[in-house]
């Protein structure tokens, strides 16, 4: 199969189910607090909650530069079937959960698990697609996390139908059974390292291996990589805010129950963030091929779009007001969303691709676990809907950082593409 020329296309669609698990694992359980709490009295406290959320967040966050220098080195395919093994298994002893610290560490080591996912498979999408293809190829696959995020919403439905224990346990048995199946059918690309090529070749043909320290400051050397921290960092405020806050933003601005507000907010960001992502990719690859900044600037308009976005969330009172306001987020965000490791492929060697994008993923989930506590203090003091809103500051310094200062080369290309 790896030699069908069709297999790139094929592998974004094996990585697609792989990332809507990978965030459908973890967005259930803030669905299902009310059905938990009735078994495991400490989820009742709001504090202890935020704890579980807290501890997959922060490990997550420092995990996920491990995981990206760990797959840049190994044959990428086993981490991604590994990792995908784990956090199923957690998943399934979820179900299995009888105290508040067992249901602790799991989260916690679903944080490990779940890091190594996502710089191991962005990179390798990167390796396989060309830049005539790279930003719609990833763009795809990140329309699969979105797609996970909208139906975790759907964990507290299924629970009051059956239990929180049956959620859990199904959806831990779906994965443990895919990642058997990917065992067979997924291939990392040859070459890369721990790949059946990268073994037969000679040891005097074998470049050096370079050290962690050595890859670490070859990245933080240059000035492009700190300006793509920070466009990467700055959109994950809010980013984060409509994954944390938006449906209780909605619940406010509109005075309705939040079993309305949730889907209604959910549902829109994920629907808006995959036409960005097919208005962004396709626009990218083809800019690309005429102007070299052609994926920044796809990357910037989309970014724009997202400033009078949050504005119009912030102070929103009326549907159509907050629904068109958060499908223009999701759509600028989706544009975004795309373009950050083709741009990051313009900037940085192949070689360590993957450790740069867990450097950056690192960057924006400790933004997220920033700005939920942040909003967490402007929904008690009445102030969510401004404090929303106050995020396009920190958008609008990112583009213009990026446009000023992000110098991007030519891509690489490969002669077996």
């Not at 979820?94 to 067992?102: F, I, L, N, S």
């Not at 048995?173 to 070459?191: C, M, S």
């Not at 994008?357 to 929904?379: K, P």
Request: one cysteine or more; a positive charge.
């Amino acid at each position: 199969m790896k030699r069908n020329k069709a297999y790139p296309w094929i592998l974004v669609g094996l990585l697609w189910f792989v990332a809507i698990l990978n965030y459908l694992d973890r967005q259930m359980l803030s669905t299902m607090q009310s059905s938990m709490q009735l078994d495991i009295r400490e989820l009742a406290i709001a504090e202890n909650f935020g704890r579980l959320m807290g501890i997959f967040l922060l490990i997550y966050g420092l995990m996920s530069p491990i995981a990206g220098m760990i797959a840049d080195r190994v044959n990428r395919k086993w981490l991604i079937v590994g990792s995908l093994f784990v956090w199923s298994a957690v998943t399934y002893g979820m179900g299995h959960a009888e105290t508040y610290q067992q249901v602790y560490w799991l989260r916690a080591l679903m944080g490990v698990s779940e890091a190594l996912y996502l710089p191991t498979g962005l990179a390798m999408i990167a390796d396989f697609h060309s830049s005539k293809t790279r930003s719609l190829a990833i763009g795809i696959h990140m329309s699969g996390l979105y797609t996970g995020q909208a139906l975790g919403g759907f964990g507290a439905t299924i629970a009051a139908n059956y239990s929180w224990q049956t959620v859990f346990h199904w959806f831990g048995i779906v994965g443990i059974v895919y990642a058997l199946i990917l065992i067979f059918i997924l291939h990392d690309k040859e070459g890369h390292g721990g790949t059946k090529k990268a073994k037969l070749v000679p040891k005097s043909q074998k470049a050096k291996k370079e050290s962690f320290g050595k890859s670490l400051a070859i990245l933080f050397s240059t000035l492009s990589f700190w300006i793509m921290l920070f466009y990467f960092m700055a959109p994950s405020f809010p980013g984060w805010a409509t994954k944390n806050w938006l449906p209780t933003l909605f619940s406010e601005n509109l005075g309705v129950e939040m079993a309305k507000a949730g889907p209604m907010a959910t549902i829109s960001i994920a629907i808006a963030s995959f036409i960005g992502v097919l208005i962004g990719g396709p626009l990218s690859d083809r800019w690309v091929q005429k102007n070299i900044r052609g994926r920044m600037y796809t990357s910037a308009i989309g970014l724009t779009l997202t400033i009078p976005s949050l504005i119009l969330l912030g102070f929103g009172h009326s549907y159509a007001g907050l629904i068109g306001a958060a499908m223009l987020f999701g759509i600028g965000f989706g544009m975004f969303d795309t373009n950050n490791m083709p741009i990051l492929c313009q900037i940085i060697p192949e070689k360590y691709r993957a450790t740069a994008y867990g450097f950056m993923n690192m960057m924006g989930v400790f933004a997220g676990y920033a700005v939920t506590l942040i909003l967490g203090s402007s929904t008690d003091a009445g102030n969510l809907g401004v404090d929303f809103s106050k995020l396009a500051i920190v958008v609008i310094v990112a583009v213009i950082l990026m446009l000023v200062f992000l110098k991007p080369k030519k891509e690489l290309t490969y002669t077996n593409e």
